[in-house]
């Protein structure tokens, strides 16, 4: 699923135009986006949470040279399903943990 169709998604709920879905549906993201690089993290109940991690300096290497490379420390975003989820993306694992 695209951007796109996610938009069309929300305009088709109701009697909204297509500005208001991609309004509604840029605010989401900008939210998501801004509470992440501000340090926050964001918990969705039944879907998941995003959040941040410190991802340490280390040595890697040029895979075309094999030359080594600093990689710098770095932070990047991580999401964790919450367990509805998951039990709805695997409902054969979910009806057998029962």
Known sequence: ?????????????????RRDGE??????FGSVIGALQSGDKIE??????????????RIGRNP???????VPAKRVPYFKPSKELRDLVNPHEAAKAS
């Open 1 to 17: 699923m695209t951007k796109a169709d996610l938009v069309e998604k929300v305009t088709g709920l109701g009697d909204l135009t």
């Open 23 to 28: 309004v509604i549906v840029e605010t989401i």
């Open 44 to 57: 969705i109940r039944g879907f998941g949470s995003f959040r941040i991690r410190q991802r340490n300096p």
């Open 64 to 70: 075309k040279t094999g030359e080594r490379v600093e």
